[in-house]
């Protein structure tokens, strides 16, 4: 059965009317109750990019297909300590980043529900991303955005034709800000907190699956809010649901130590998250104070299953410059997955394949 879009806290399903980012009933978050559901039959290669696996993303009834060619991404083989490691070109998807392929689903989802107009908060990636996304169909968006937020990220969501509004302070101000006007009656298109562009996140694992013929034995990846490394173990996990994979990877997320309240939670407990500060980063895109994922990632991967890593701010450049001499030229956000190989490199099961996130053209270091 297809997963359902219920509210964490009532149980309550999401509305069938509106595109709410909360519960109407008792203002909790929603999520899906389960694994999506895919069939191998039911791939459609005829669709664009990631689309081929549309029975799997649980959407709206007349949800269109909304694509600028995401998805598909080359599995690209490098070598690390003498053993092969796949690295996930999700770099190459049209705006620079991963973010696109939940950013379809999700404009695929507002449009179903005739939104015409929403906003977003965004370090840079998720902004561009939807904004891209949002011209495609036709809709007006207003991206908030941190003062700090790389120049390239602000010119791409101007380019879009997307509002760009910069606040001052922290990632976490843009949060807040945008909350203000929510508060007045705008749809809110959070790729944190509406839960659509999980399924588009999915497809990354579906596709790992068809490139290897198996799943990997390990995937690591950059983690901030926890939507890559989340939707990509609810792909597994439908994978597996459908008998066409006997494990799933063990999985590495990597925050930068600056700002790592999920690697917090997973060493010690829960409440360690309101002990983490939000120390300012290269990797802009973890720079994420309150994870919106971090319940459910701690809830995915008991011990055995995976772990979260922090990485120190001075290894992170140097890892970036590494990746670019090998002919990978990605933001500094990408290259924690590069830094978290170091450390996990002989210990954990093979094949590893490690998710390159967004592409070097998007970050400046003089940028301002």
């Known amino acids: 059965m297809p997963a359902n879009i219920i509210c964490r806290d009532c149980r309550e399903p999401y509305p069938e009317h509106g595109a709410p980012y909360r519960c109407p009933v008792c203002g909790g978050f929603f999520d899906f109750d389960g694994p999506f559901s895919i069939d191998p039959g039911q791939v459609e290669p005829n669709l664009p990019?990631?689309?081929?696996?549309?029975?799997?993303?649980?959407?709206?009834?007349?949800?269109?297909?909304?694509?600028?060619?995401?998805?598909?991404?080359?599995?690209?083989?490098?070598?690390?300590?003498?053993?092969?490691?796949?690295?996930?070109?999700?770099?190459?998807?049209?705006?620079?980043?991963?973010?696109?392929?939940?950013s379809a689903v999700l404009v695929s989802q507002l449009t179903a529900r005739g939104v015409q107009q929403a906003l977003e908060d965004s370090s840079g990636n998720?902004?561009?991303?939807?904004?891209?996304?949002?011209?495609?169909?036709?809709?007006?968006?207003?991206?908030?955005?941190p003062e700090a937020a790389s120049g390239p990220k602000r010119i791409q969501i101007e380019s879009y034709g997307a509002e760009l509004v910069r606040v001052p302070?922290?990632?976490?101000?843009?949060?807040?800000?945008?909350?203000?006007?929510?508060?007045?009656?705008?749809?809110y298109a959070s790729h944190a907190y509406m839960p659509f562009g999980l399924a588009?996140?999915?497809?990354?694992?579906?596709?790992?699956?068809?490139?290897?013929?198996?799943?990997?034995?390990?995937?690591?990846?950059?983690?901030g809010h926890g939507g890559l490394l989340r939707g990509t173990i609810l792909g597994f996990e439908a994978l597996l649901q459908a008998g066409v994979i006997d494990r799933a990877p063990y999985y590495v997320g990597v925050q930068a130590a600056a700002c790592a309240p999920i690697a917090a939670a997973?060493?010690?407990?829960?409440?360690?998250?309101?002990?983490?500060?939000?120390?300012?980063?290269?990797?802009?895109?973890?720079?994420?104070?309150?994870?919106?994922?971090?319940?459910?990632?701690?809830?995915?991967?008991?011990?055995?299953?995976?772990?979260?890593?922090?990485?120190?701010?001075?290894?992170?450049?140097?890892?970036?410059?590494?990746?670019?001499?090998?002919?990978?030229?990605?933001?500094?956000t990408s290259a924690l997955a590069w830094?978290?190989?170091?450390?996990?490199?002989?210990?954990?099961?093979?094949?590893?394949?490690?998710?390159?996130?967004?592409?070097?053209?998007?970050?400046?270091?003089?940028?301002?």
Not at 169 to 187: C, D, I
Not at 200 to 219: D, F, K, Q, V
Request: with cysteine.
């Open 126 to 145: 998720a902004g561009a991303s939807f904004a891209a996304y949002a011209a495609r169909a036709r809709i007006r968006a207003r991206i908030f955005v």
């Open 169 to 187: 302070g922290p990632r976490s101000a843009a949060a807040q800000a945008v909350l203000e006007e929510v508060g007045q009656g705008q749809v």
């Open 266 to 332: 997973f060493q010690h407990g829960l409440a360690a998250v309101e002990t983490v500060e939000e120390g300012a980063t290269v990797a802009e895109g973890v720079r994420v104070r309150r994870p919106s994922q971090v319940e459910a990632l701690l809830k995915a991967m008991p011990p055995g299953k995976g772990e979260f890593l922090a990485i120190e701010e001075e290894a992170i450049l140097p890892a970036a410059r590494e990746l670019g001499q090998r002919g990978f030229y990605v933001e500094p």
């Open 49 to 102: 990019g990631l689309w081929r696996y549309r029975h799997a993303f649980s959407l709206f009834p007349g949800a269109p297909v909304v694509s600028l060619g995401e998805g598909l991404t080359p599995l690209v083989w490098e070598e690390f300590a003498g053993q092969p490691v796949g690295l996930k070109m999700e770099s190459l998807n049209p705006t620079g980043s991963y973010k696109d392929r939940g």
């Open 339 to 368: 830094c978290a190989l170091q450390q996990v490199a002989g210990r954990v099961p093979e094949p590893v394949v490690a998710v390159l996130t967004g592409t070097g053209l998007k970050y400046l270091p003089s940028s301002s």
């Open 200 to 223: 588009g996140i999915a497809s990354l694992a579906y596709e790992l699956w068809e490139e290897l013929g198996r799943a990997p034995g390990t995937i690591i990846a950059p983690t």
